[in-house]
């Protein structure tokens, strides 16, 4: 009997996981239907195969979405986050298995008693960050106290970023995935963590001028700047007692000095629109921010206000975007700074058709084990080919991918909202990416803490 996948939503991310499942399709059994709001953008390699139909699909149509949900045999949302919600309380309705690459939301946490009661798997944070953040993560901690060690520390960061040979401005960053979310990075909340024993606190304003530094072997230098909330993983992770659990975001060293250029003059803010800013030049975009002077140029202002020294990179990296350019107009209506300033920073950050991206993940656990304090260090790179297939597109969606054969085989099967810690959901799927060239390196390295020399955390 042929089983249908349901795949709703066909963005950037879906490539490797669309490929995934038309790979296994004559061997599984498999059909897959893809719903998509514009499915004339989906490749030809994917819209003609023969186990595939490619459908339009307006999921705010009760009638249609739930009829997609009600013919599938197990259902992929590959929506943006906010949008999962009604194809979940439709999985529910029709006794239908789900997966999604998102965080779990309060509205779907409320399902979980009826996801148990109906026996389905509803798996959430399966894909990069969350997703093979969770996995690695969980096979170190698991295995450290397999072997009756207590952990002391666990620090995991991940950045999306654009591989050495297609690194070509001073930003050493290109958007490899949502502009967007990066634009918005950090704000919503102050940044909380602990470090050894001690709660730390980041206010936005000062969010990139509080960097860590990582060496990862072959690939230089990075620096992270620290997630808002590292705290809510304590209880997933079994990490109640944990004296450091940290999470943060990689860059390449330089790139969050920079940003902040942007977060002092207010070109991040995302809180009001901009009455005239359809056909804004980039210059007049970056004089919004600055005083009024009779006499002063506008990168005379600029300077004076950031105290850029005409030798300093930073200027540079202005100059790069072009943000003095008066002939660049920017067409968004009623656009707010944060949405004017990603149109600029897209002019100049989107990878090209053959450039290639890189992810990268680095994360630390200490322990203490027969009354020695320990570390491993574990660190991730995966490569992109292109544009079309990214590292980051290999990454989320070859997890989401397999996660969802395993549930329709049976083999992951313990029921609920959940994410991916549990031995049973991420032995296989690790495994499998192994084969798919995504594995991590492992190190011994002493365990510092962040006082080695007893000063107060």
Not at 212 to 218: A, C, K, R, S, T
């Amino acid at each position: 009997m042929v089983r249908t996948i349901l795949v709703i939503g066909a963005g950037k991310s879906t490539s490797y996981l669309l490929d995934y499942f038309l790979k296994k399709s004559n061997e599984e059994n498999l059909h897959i239907k893809i719903g998509d709001l514009r499915p004339e953008n989906i490749p030809d390699s994917v819209a003609k195969h023969p186990n595939c139909t490619v459908f339009g699909l307006d999921i705010f149509n009760e009638a249609e979405r739930k009829k997609a949900v009600a013919d599938a045999s197990i259902v992929v949302s590959m929506l943006p986050a906010s949008l999962h919600i009604n194809v979940a309380r439709d999985c529910v309705e029709f006794e239908k298995h789900f997966i999604t690459a998102s965080y779990v939301s309060d509205e779907l946490r409320a399902l979980d008693a009826e996801v148990k009661e109906k026996n389905l798997v509803f798996m959430n944070e399966i894909g990069l960050d969350p997703g093979i953040d969770h996995m690695s993560a969980m096979e170190v901690i698991d295995r450290i106290r397999d072997a009756g060690g207590k952990m002391l520390l666990f620090e995991s960061f991940t950045g999306g970023l654009v591989a050495p040979e297609s690194d070509t401005n001073l930003w050493n960053y290109k958007f490899t995935w949502n502009p967007r979310n990066v634009v918005l990075a950090g704000q919503g909340g102050t940044a909380k963590f602990i470090q050894e024993g001690t709660y730390k606190y980041i206010p936005y304003q000062k969010l990139f001028r509080r960097t860590e530094f990582l060496e990862v072997e072959d690939y230089g230098s990075f620096e992270v700047y620290a997630n808002r909330d590292s705290l809510k993983y304590r209880e997933a992770y079994g990490l109640q007692n944990a004296l450091t659990l940290y999470r943060g975001t990689m860059r390449r060293v330089g790139f969050s000095k920079a940003w902040q250029m942007f977060v002092i003059l207010g070109m991040t803010d995302d809180s009001y629109t901009i009455e005239n800013s359809e056909g804004m030049s980039y210059r007049e975009f970056v004089n919004l921010f600055l005083p009024y002077s009779p006499t002063d140029s506008v990168e005379l202002k600029l300077r004076h206000y950031l105290k850029i020294d005409q030798d300093d990179i930073m200027w540079g990296k202005l100059l790069e975007l072009n943000l003095f350019d008066s002939t660049k107009k920017i067409p968004l209506k009623n656009a707010t700074p944060a949405q004017m300033l990603q149109y600029i920073l897209e002019d100049s950050w989107t990878l090209k058709e053959h450039e290639k991206d890189m992810i990268v993940m680095y994360h630390k656990f200490g322990y203490e084990l027969n009354g020695e304090k320990k570390q491993i260090d574990a660190n991730m790179v995966v490569i992109g080919e292109n544009r079309a297939y990214t590292a980051m597109s290999k990454t989320v969606g070859l997890p989401v991918a397999m996660a969802t054969l395993q549930i329709l085989n049976g083999k992951i099967n313990t029921p609920g909202v959940q994410i991916p810690i549990k031995k049973e959901v991420y032995k296989p799927i690790l495994e499998e990416l192994k084969a798919n060239g995504i594995q991590f390196k492992e190190y011994e390295v002493p365990y510092l803490g962040y006082n080695p020399d007893s000063v107060a955390g």
